[in-house]
């Protein structure tokens, strides 16, 4: 049928858009539960992951440690591409440091909840992870503009 809303340009611009900000806050309830309300050593994965670790001598918390650097990144990506209006458009301007402070917000989140469990501890250096994945995927996130061939 002509002229049907649902059928417009307009309407499935929008509705990907609405896509990627559910999927960023569908990301942000991962993160959150993962990080605040699960307790790793019940997890058999997790204790599995540290039984390895400890014969190849390693630091059992590298398990633990190396669950923030992706998920961050994750997390980054989803909402650079919510902020840009899709996931290889250019991040600039203020969509930019809005991107950067939401990150270094969402990064401190979850410690800062640890902090008032008690089964859970709050780490700087997982800050420090959490911002470090983030902002290593902003670095490397490939846009419109970077993907044409310099000539």
Not at 71 to 74: G, I
Not at 110 to 125: D, G, M, N, V, Y
């Given at each position: 049928m002509q002229g049907d809303a649902l059928s417009t340009p307009s309407h499935g611009h929008a509705a990907r858009g609405l896509l990627r900000w559910l999927c960023l806050a569908a990301c942000s309830g991962w993160i959150l539960?993962?990080?605040v309300l699960l307790v790793p050593k019940n997890s058999r994965?997790?204790?599995c992951s540290v039984s390895l670790c400890k014969r190849l001598g390693l630091s059992a918390t590298l398990p633990a440690k190396v669950f923030h650097f992706p998920?961050?990144?994750?997390w980054a990506w989803l909402a650079a591409g919510a902020l840009a209006s899709g996931y290889?458009?250019?991040?600039s301007g203020r969509r930019a440091v809005v991107c950067l402070l939401?990150?270094?917000?969402?990064?401190?989140?979850?410690?800062?909840?640890?902090?008032?469990?008690?089964?859970?501890?709050?780490?700087?250096?997982?800050?420090?992870?959490n911002l470090a994945g983030g902002s290593g995927c902003l670095?490397?996130?490939?846009t419109e503009r970077s993907a044409q061939p310099i000539s």
């Open positions: 539960f993962a990080t994965v997790f204790r998920a961050y990144a994750a290889r458009r250019e991040l939401a990150l270094a917000l969402f990064a401190l989140l979850p410690e800062a909840l640890q902090a008032l469990t008690r089964f859970r501890h709050a780490s700087l250096f997982d800050v420090g992870i670095l490397v996130r490939p």
